[in-house]
């Protein structure tokens, strides 16, 4: 199949989410000075009702936020691949008449240096004085991360509070969970053989693959008829055409993923191929 066309155009890939709380959580004064620290700082680490609080009110501190309540060593195992919203949700509220509002809102990265802009909301956005849940968002193109940066246990988030006004502000959180969206990428390879199974096709021939009749993957196989391809964005139901491209030789693998690597993907010279894996 020397050029191939498909006139069916699938569904592409969805983003898939990983949602973690941190493991590291700290009370860090950011600054020259700050009027009060957090107590318990590790209890935001869980959705379980269990506060991390400003150990005392304040009030007239605009420019001179409290301690920053930092949280780290996420433990993001699943994401992978291309990397897209990476979205903060925080629940808590003022337990005073409701001076408090956000100084800096920052993600961090595998460094633990400040990464993305300040997510923070504008000094007419007070918090809440009954609980509440909001959310930071940044996108792929204002925080840059990778898979690996969002896997280290310097990742992570703080949120610096003041008191901008003559009203009193003491903050409680009850926890900061970050979810990160991604689009997960595998490695597919196989060999091509001209019969049956037993004789590889050998070196130089090249291999196509499109997902869901979409784009193109391209790599040549090796000396032993091996082909791999890695970076592939795909999810289980998707569907992957493999073929030799421009040869004398065709043959094509059309496989319904599961979603995971394969290194099984064969292609037969003279024969095409139909594979469900999910």
Known sequence: IGSFSEARQWQLAVDATEAQFGANSTSVCGDASCPTTWSNPSNVQ?????????????????????DRIKTQDMGFTAVSGTIGDIVVELQGNDTQPGGCNDYDARLLNDTGTEVGPDKSRGTGTHWGTTEEIWSYTWTSAEHGLTATQIQDADFGFYIDVEADANVFCQPRLDYIKVTVNYTPTVTLGGTVYTNEGTTNIGINKTVDLRVNGAGTYTDETDTNGVWSISNVVLVSGDVATIYLDDETEEGTTVMVSDGTAKSDIDLYVGRVVVRHDT
């Open 46 to 66: 869980a959705d379980d009702g269990s506060y991390a609080a400003a150990t005392a009110k304040f009030k007239n501190q605009a420019g001179n936020p409290m």
